[in-house]
């Protein structure tokens, strides 16, 4: 039919370059092509398609618009391509014929069929293409009455990656013209969800999307979905999770042969932890997995009888080298690994109570890079290098919550505090001054002292010993009416922390002052 001697195709189940059959055949099928694309079909197809639940359903609404010879055995055919390519090539994934009994002018019909996708497709790959083809005659003259294409609307021009996140770490992303439709931002009412909410839990408020991992290490899906114009938008995000008390080593698994570590059936592989090691299981022979801190010994075995071949060096992230390796003939050979402790963790909890009625596990804790919800009781934990931190916790109708908080290594920071209900822009707000006292007391090593003022004011919070003597100024600035907050990390003015004992801390805010005493005990 072409006047060629090749055949331009798609490939099945694959992508390819070439197109024709081992020879580039393109230069020669488009000139013939241009020649005849003019030519009136005797068809017509309007072509509409849809997504739902991993199902592709295309439709197409024939119309017969000019004479068809009735001896012509006509079929429809529907295909469906991912990887389309913009140099004619694409692979075609899905194929699916019928008959198809058209022949009167003005006469239509309706076809459809639903293929299966994979799950990790961009639909902004996929095509759907129905084909109305006769199918008698000579070989290599089955002409194509007419085609049509379509591509799926909705698109996610800057999807989030995927997510690798430490217990209780917390990320935020602006999911504001997230989705596309034909190309144009699409204002969609959008839902989050999350697969395994003991892995990250996912929330939205507005068209901020927040996630928080867990406390169990594993992986979960993160969908993010809505409808537009009868079309599904949906995105998945995976989430995997490690825990903070244990750090990424890395196994560079080397072998000379270029044969794997295995030859003839054969297997050789390192053991540790539970963990079987080969380089087939590591991209680019690299396999990592997460380790505490300390001395754990592990296996090299060899039953290809070219065990030599192989070698190993094991790194941290930062390139430091913690173990190297050579392997051996059959056999099994033992080595030991020592992990560095590079920790300096230690844990934020306490109780949060509310003003009013409220979800306590809808409140979102935040401390810097690293969040949680409260259980229903209002108890929490975070668990968090050493440093200094703000937290913040919101609830929608309260007041937001914020607090700077010091966490010392390998200890216990507690942290109680009660979230205020918003008051409506009627309502007046009336403070008094008063010193409310500090929490915890006793303390080790740092308290958090309690304070309201009535009126915008010149306010001193100063630290005294049991002689009377200033140890520190805290507070020294105007500060505005209502409730405040200080954490005294049990150091005086020179930074240095103080012995136990007996102190007092006193406020003063024009003619208001006020005195307490607390307790550091070590």
């Known amino acids: 039919m072409y006047g060629v001697s090749g055949i331009p195709h ?20 488009l000139p013939v092509y241009n020649g005849i694309i003019g030519t009136d079909s005797p068809f017509e197809i309007d072509l509409s398609m849809n997504v739902e639940n991993g199902q592709y359903e295309i439709n197409a609404d024939v119309t017969v618009t000019g004479d068809v010879n009735i001896e012509d055995e006509n079929n429809i055919i529907f295909i469906l391509t991912y990887n389309y390519g913009p140099s004619y090539s694409c692979s075609v994934q899905r194929y699916f014929e019928t008959d198809f009994g058209l022949t009167e002018i003005g006469e239509t019909g309706s076809f459809s069929t639903t293929f299966a996708l994979e799950d990790d497709w961009d639909m902004a790959n996929v095509r759907g293409i129905a084909m109305i083809q006769k199918m008698n005659g000579t070989t290599g003259n089955y002409p194509i009455h007419q085609a049509a294409i379509i591509a ?12 690798f996140m430490a217990f209780y770490e917390y990320q935020e992303f602006d999911l504001t013209d997230y989705f596309n439709f034909n190309d144009i931002p699409a204002d ?33 899906e993160i969908t993010i979905s809505g409808e537009y114009e009868g079309f599904l938008a949906e995105n998945i995000i995976n989430v995997e999770t490690y825990d903070p008390n244990t750090i990424p080593v890395h196994f560079n698994l080397f072998d000379s042969y270029g044969d794997g570590w295995g030859y003839g059936g054969n297997t050789n592989y390192i053991t540790i932890e539970g963990y079987e090691i ?6 680019e022979g690299v396999v990592t997995i997460f380790l505490a801190s300390g001395d754990y010994d592990y296996t090299y075995t060899a039953s290809d009888n070219w065990g030599v071949e192989n070698s190993w060096t094991i790194t941290l992230d930062d390139g430091t080298e913690i173990g190297s390796g050579n392997g051996g003939a059959n056999g099994v050979y033992d080595f030991t690994l020592t992990v560095p402790t590079i920790f300096a963790l230690g844990t934020l909890n306490g109780n949060v109570t509310l003003s009013g009625d409220g979800n306590l596990s809808d409140m979102m804790i935040v401390a810097d890079n690293y969040a949680t919800h409260p259980n229903s ?10 440093g200094t931190y703000n937290l913040v916790a919101s609830l929608e109708g309260y007041e937001d919550y914020e607090m700077e908080v010091v966490i ?3 200890e216990t920071t507690t942290l109680d505090f009660e979230m205020i209900e918003a008051m409506n822009a009627d309502d007046e707000i009336v403070f008094v001054n008063e010193l409310k006292g500090n929490y915890p007391n006793p303390f080790n090593p740092t308290t958090t002292i309690n304070f309201s003022i009535a009126k915008s004011d010149l306010v001193t919070l100063d630290i005294y010993n049991s002689r009377g003597q200033k140890v520190r100024t805290l507070v020294n600035d105007n500060l505005s009416a209502g409730e405040h907050n200080i954490v005294w990390n049990g150091k005086d003015k020179n930074s240095r922390s103080v012995n136990s004992g007996v102190y007092f801390y006193k406020i003063k805010s024009g003619k208001f002052t006020s005195t307490k005493k607390m307790i550091l005990l070590k």
Request: net charge negative; hydrophobic share 35%.
């Open 10 to 29: 798609a490939q099945f189940q694959g992508v390819t370059d070439v197109v024709g059959g081992g020879t580039d055949m393109l230069p020669y099928y």
């Open 152 to 163: 799926y609307p909705i698109t996610v021009p800057n999807p989030i990656e995927d997510l």
């Open 188 to 220: 969609i009412e959008l839902s989050v969800e999350s697969s395994d909410e003991t892995i990250a839990t996912a929330s939205l408020s507005g068209n901020t999307l927040s996630i928080i991992a867990g406390t169990s290490v594993g992986a979960t």
């Open 278 to 283: 080969t380089l087939e299981s590591g991209e």
């Open 377 to 386: 009781d209002g108890s929490y934990e975070i668990v968090l290098n050493e």
């Open 408 to 410: 010392a290594e390998g």
